[in-house]
């Protein structure tokens, strides 16, 4: 238990709590509360390309404790860091439709030619913040990187992807060689013609090809002699998108891999882009040389159950601080709470141990920091929590852990950051309302040193305000006005029975077992949480699928929080 706090508690105390919001960018406890959980610092030390993660996962949040410079990527030689955030929706099917008028060239592979595209926008963006800082760049080097910023010339100096195709007045091309091995290998140049709105004289009309790998080389070098390196962060090409949107996102999302692979040969440029799982894996990896070559250079942001109690536990720790006047606290440590081997074993021979079946190399079940974590979260929430089952049956004594543990989640699992900050949210509310309408008591620490603030008929209501939003959430993230129908429909549908087999969902989203549409639908709905698939290797109609716990029959709100 946590030693110190005080004997009473004014329960209005809950007017002031903060717990921070679910996106990145309004949330104002992420400095005080950012969690360098083991996915953000293997990614940090700056060898891996692609952040991938569920939505929720918090990306965004690394995102922006990047670009403020309240976390960095490890420097092997203490190099100078310097950032291009890049963080602009893509009008992905915009994009497409302008990509063959803008871009004249031989080639017809779409996902080359938008390399080519993102090869451009990444250098330009690079060179603008290099002009613009406090690089030392002579005129030589200038006089290679300088034809970029005249090419693009954009009052605004952040023009999105297409702004740079639609609105650039020069004409992008590309040209191919035959490279020894007998395959095209494209060479891209810029072809500067006149502005078509200002008419110039014909001796005026001239064309130059620029050295895209020149520049990017200069770049390079530039960045060498003056001690430094530039990372590009590429976030918010997140929104899954399917049917029409589908070949643009995979196209655009592929051509950007294809892109990293190329400045990967540059030692102080790297290009580092966050990315959803699915659309990471829209993409056809034999095209950019295997998925062997790919995957082993992104990292998978997912929250372990301990992560999560310690995402949690930050928050409320953060109130204690603030809301309790603590600056200092200790927890008591009784032996046997973290589960460690006798001590006795640990002087035992080597040889021994494995005849008592016992390994040296175990881990412990609780760590320290986890420890902790579960006794802060304990001092304001329930040990033990209601529930009801898929069949409406209630649950009484359901460990808080296992709780957040299974609760929490979609179809991926793992419960995120923004889930449980989206709970805390609907707790606060649900809590705030019952004490204020009894004049805000006073409650007692109790014998486990523990407040019971958050009782456990306000952790049953607050979920089922969750599971509500959620319904709603899901709903609003569908645009297409046939699918919304269907999916709307599938989730009313959903009652007692939480599994189902592929011909049982196809009678509940009304489609013809052969339609390919029904295909796209499952697997968006599989995209979006809905469905979780349990033998993705079988044929369509022999998969299984179920729906996750905060996705099932709200009995909460049919039947109300009294158990």
């Not at 903060?18 to 990145?24: D, S």
């Not at 297409?162 to 590309?174: D, P």
């Not at 008419?199 to 001239?206: G, L, S, Y």
């Amino acid at each position: 238990m946590i030693k110190g706090l005080p004997k009473t508690l004014s329960t209005s105390i809950l007017e002031e709590f903060v717990i921070g919001h679910q996106e990145a960018i309004r949330d104002e406890l992420l400095k005080e509360c950012f969690c360098d959980i083991a996915p953000v610092r293997r990614f940090l030390r700056g060898d891996k390309d692609f952040l991938l993660g569920v939505k929720g996962a918090g990306k965004s949040a690394i995102f922006k404790q990047l670009i403020t410079k309240r976390i960095a990527f490890q420097n092997p030689k203490e190099l100078h860091q310097i950032l291009v955030p890049i963080d602009q929706d893509i009008d992905y099917l915009g994009v497409k439709s302008h990509l063959s008028t803008a871009l004249e060239s031989a080639v017809v592979d779409e996902d080359i030619r938008m390399r080519f595209v993102w090869e451009i926008y990444i250098l330009y963006r690079m060179i603008v913040t290099l002009v613009e800082s406090s690089i030392v760049i002579d005129d030589e080097d200038m006089a290679v990187i300088n034809p970029m910023q005249e090419y693009f010339s954009f009052e605004n100096k952040k023009p999105s992807i297409l702004e740079l195709i639609t609105r650039a007045n020069r004409t992008i091309g590309c040209k191919l060689d035959i490279s020894h091995t007998g395959f095209p290998v494209p060479d891209f140049y810029i072809k500067s013609e006149p502005n078509q709105i200002v008419q110039a004289p014909k001796t005026d009309v001239r064309t130059v090809f620029l050295n895209l790998a020149e520049i990017q080389s200069k770049v390079n070098s530039i960045l060498r002699r003056n001690n430094a390196v530039i990372y590009v962060l590429i976030d918010n090409l997140d929104d899954f998108l399917a049917r029409e949107a589908y070949d643009a996102q995979r196209m655009v999302i592929q051509g950007l891999i294809s892109c990293v692979k190329d400045y990967s040969r540059h030692t102080y440029i790297f290009i580092k882009a966050f990315l959803r799982n699915e659309v990471f894996h829209k993409v056809d990896f034999e095209k950019l040389g295997g998925a062997e070559k790919i995957k082993p250079n992104a990292v998978d942001l997912i929250w372990e159950d301990r992560d999560i109690r310690r995402f949690l536990a930050e928050r409320l720790l953060y109130n204690i601080h603030k809301l309790l006047g603590i600056d200092k606290f200790s927890i008591s440590i009784e032996e046997g709470d973290l589960r460690k081997r006798p001590f006795v074993t640990r002087l035992l021979p080597r040889k021994l141990l494995k005849l008592f079946g016992i390994d040296e190399h175990e881990a412990l079940d609780v760590t320290e920091r986890d420890f902790m974590c579960r006794q802060i979260i304990t001092t304001f929430m329930p040990r033990e929590v209601q529930h009801f089952d898929a069949s409406g049956n209630p649950i009484n004594g359901l460990d808080l852990f296992e709780y957040t543990q299974t609760h929490f989640c979609l179809a991926n699992s793992r419960a995120t950051p923004r889930a449980i900050l989206i709970y805390l949210d609907k707790l606060l509310q649900v809590s705030d309302a019952y004490y204020a309408d009894r004049l805000y008591p006073e409650i007692e620490l109790n014998e486990e040193g523990e407040y019971p603030l958050f009782l456990r008929q306000h952790v049953l209501e607050a979920y089922g305000m969750l599971q509500k939003d959620m319904v709603a959430y899901i709903s609003s993230a569908v645009t297409h006005p046939e699918w919304k129908e269907r999916i709307t429909s599938l989730l009313s549908n959903i009652g007692r029975k939480t599994e189902f087999k592929f011909r049982e969902l196809r009678k509940l989203i009304d489609y013809d077992e052969q339609d390919q549409d029904a295909k796209e639908l499952l697997a968006f709905l599989e995209h979006l949480g809905v469905l979780v698939c349990e033998n993705k290797s079988v044929h369509l109609p022999d998969r299984k699928y179920h729906v996750p716990v905060l996705l099932q029959k709200n009995w909460v709100e049919e039947k109300g929080v009294g158990l």
